[in-house]
């Protein structure tokens, strides 16, 4: 059990303010450029990490959760027709479509567009994003992080040193 534990925190980024700054401006960046309303930086698990562009009427939480079923499902399908894995889903809907790209090993984006742009424009702007947010979270994942929750091992008496010093 231990080891499992160890696994899945190793497996998971830790995201600091100065990460998603820079995601959010690699995707402000993209928006702009493809002309999609929005777009979201979602972990292969369902986790949303960030968003960007207009406000969506639906769940975040819900979107981002379906979006990472959806991809799931879509990988398992790859692999019985002989791939590894589809690196990018389309849906198209009358009103709104979305595309969703592998980003790395560990996240997906999804960008929402409407008829205001097409289809053409998302993937062409896209890869190059996807490739810089894969850059970004390789950075990340090779980072180190504190082990147990985020504290240092000596931060018990560093914490009663300070107290000291201040009282």
Do not use: W
């Not at 080891?3 to 700054?21: G, H, P, S």
């Not at 993937?123 to 979270?137: D, F, G, K, N, T």
């Amino acid at each position: 059990m231990a080891m499992m534990d160890q696994k899945l925190r190793n497996d998971r980024l830790v995201f600091y303010e100065k990460d998603v700054a820079r995601i959010d401006e690699e995707i402000d960046g993209l928006l702009e450029l493809s002309g999609s309303r929005c777009a979201f930086l979602i972990d292969r698990d369902g986790h949303l990490v960030t968003r960007r562009g207009d406000a969506v009427q639906s769940s975040l939480e819900s979107i981002a959760a379906l979006v990472a079923g959806s991809f799931a499902a879509t990988r398992e399908m790859a692999r019985l027709l002989g791939e590894d894995e589809f690196a990018t889903l389309f849906h198209q809907g009358e009103r709104e479509s979305i595309q969703i790209s592998l980003v790395g090993e560990r996240a997906l984006l999804a960008m929402v567009f409407d008829q205001r742009t097409n289809l053409g424009m998302v993937r062409y702007y896209a890869v190059e994003s996807v490739r810089r947010l894969s850059e970004i979270l390789e950075e990340i994942g090779k980072r180190e992080t504190p082990a147990q929750g985020g504290l240092a091992s000596d931060f018990s008496s560093s914490a009663a040193a300070a107290l000291d010093r201040l009282f």
